[in-house]
């Protein structure tokens, strides 16, 4: 907020009890549309200002993802009323702001050049709408086009849609995979903390190399609940995130026996330092739990180590999954958990006045066992640990933008040391 408006901000929030509200207005956008923004305001009118709804309503403007800042301040009126005033601060330059891409041609030694690009529209059309595509020609041909709007219609039903055809070597299994995917999804928030999706996937998917190849044609019934009072998407100083989902595969040759997963995920987050500091201490504390039901086909494990899981180890490749003294990285369930010491180093500013940036580092301790045999077996399993620093930045066209560099362990002794970087929140 600039002094000039926090100062003017200091007499009326000491009265804010006595003070009226009897205007609500907001200014800043020529792109986004006004009911965008209206939808998300919640403090009625009429009644005495409320600071802690008009910081909730800041809070939500600025977790849609789609403004560089948003502040909001009262200006008196007469009569003890006053204005309650939301100033936005808006991308709306086309490349660069709304959207990111450009052209990507790759080499590969079996197949030659491959030319193509893709590119990501954010805030698309101004209604908070999510817009990707991609397409590659050449030595490969694949194509992906993504769709997301989190209220598209109704009273916050949101709907997700995705195509795509990639090929891609995998990380650690001695196969090229050949993806060709649909999938659809509806979802309805519950109030502002609750929200259900269903949806499905139809997939094709092949594992292959130069003597064997592997064909699978599921559909996918998935759904998830999500549970979340977090103040900030993006850097959350308090509030909880529960997670429950689910991703069933059901083979549509008849062939193979059908499987279903369950995951859960519970985040805590605790603000330790005073509410006036705009560089806080925060505590971050996460478990997350993968239970496989049905058939166990090994072209499907998972993998400890990397990034979403325990960090400090290198992406596990193929030598990793035939080294016989490394399969407690290889399952089908698993169980971990993360906790991170977090600083905020520069708290959320706009930089040239059109993109978000913010800084906050910390120190992690991660914790992780899988198995290929039955769930209960991971309480009595070794894990596996990391522990190092992390980076997390505020910045366009992600939620987060995080480096992490760490060292890995398993009983008792050092293995391994990685760095890595995502996109996502680890807890």
């Known amino acids: 907020m600039k002094l000039r408006g926090f ?22 956008n020529s792109f986004t549309k006004d009911y965008i ?38 200006i008196p009126l007469d009569n ?7 100033e936005i601060l808006e991308n709306n330059k086309f490349y660069g702001g709304r959207f990111i891409g450009g052209p990507v041609p790759s080499y590969e030694e079996k197949t030659g050049w491959s030319y193509g690009g893709g590119g990501m529209f954010k805030n698309f059309r101004g209604r908070n709408e999510m817009l990707g595509m991609g397409l590659m020609l050449g030595g490969r041909t694949t194509f992906g086009v993504s769709y997301l709007n989190p209220w598209i219609t109704g009273d916050h039903v949101s709907l997700k849609a995705d195509i795509a055809k990639v090929m891609f070597r995998h990380p650690f299994l001695p196969y090229d995979v050949d993806l060709k995917t649909i999938e659809f999804n509806m979802g309805r928030f519950f109030g502002y903390e609750k929200k259900a999706s269903l949806g499905f996937e139809i997939e094709a998917m092949d594992f292959k190399n130069d003597s064997i190849k592997f064909s699978y044609h599921y559909f996918a019934p998935m759904g998830s609940f999500h549970y979340d009072t977090r103040d900030l998407y993006a850097n959350p100083t308090k509030g909880v995130l529960f997670k429950q989902a689910f991703v069933s595969r059901f083979d549509l040759n008849g062939e193979i026996e059908n499987n279903f997963i369950w995951f859960q995920s519970y985040s805590f987050y605790k603000r330790l330092s005073h509410i006036e500091d705009a560089k806080p201490w925060i505590l971050a504390w996460g478990i997350k739990a993968q239970i496989n039901y049905g058939t166990k086909d090994q072209n499907f494990l998972t993998s400890m180590g990397n990034s979403g899981s325990v960090r400090g180890w290198q992406y596990p490749n193929y030598t990793n999954y035939n080294d016989s003294e490394q399969e407690y990285r290889f399952g089908f369930h698993n169980l971990k958990t993360a906790i991170e010491l977090r600083k905020v180093i520069i708290p959320r500013l706009p930089l040239a006045n059109l993109y978000e940036f913010g ?15 039955d769930f209960k077996n991971l309480l009595n399993l070794k894990p596996i640990s990391g522990s190092g620093i992390t980076f997390q930045f505020q910045a366009p066209f992600v939620e987060i933008l995080r480096i992490d560099y760490g060292w890995g362990f398993y009983n008792g002794k050092q293995v391994d040391r990685g760095l890595h970087i995502a996109t996502q929140h680890q807890i």
């Open 80 to 86: 003890k009323n006053v204005r309650l005033e939301y």
């Open 37 to 74: 923004i209206s939808r998300e305001i919640q403090h009625p009118l009429d009644v005495p200002l409320d600071s802690t709804v008009a910081i909730a309503d800041r809070n939500r403007l600025l977790n849609l993802g789609i403004f560089a800042d948003v502040n909001w301040r009262a």
């Open 359 to 373: 800084l906050t580092v910390g120190a992690f301790i991660d914790l992780g066992v899988t198995t290929k045999n």
């Open 7 to 28: 100062l003017f901000l200091l007499p009326i929030l000491g009265f804010c009890q006595e003070l009226i509200v009897s205007e609500i207005i907001y200014r800043g």
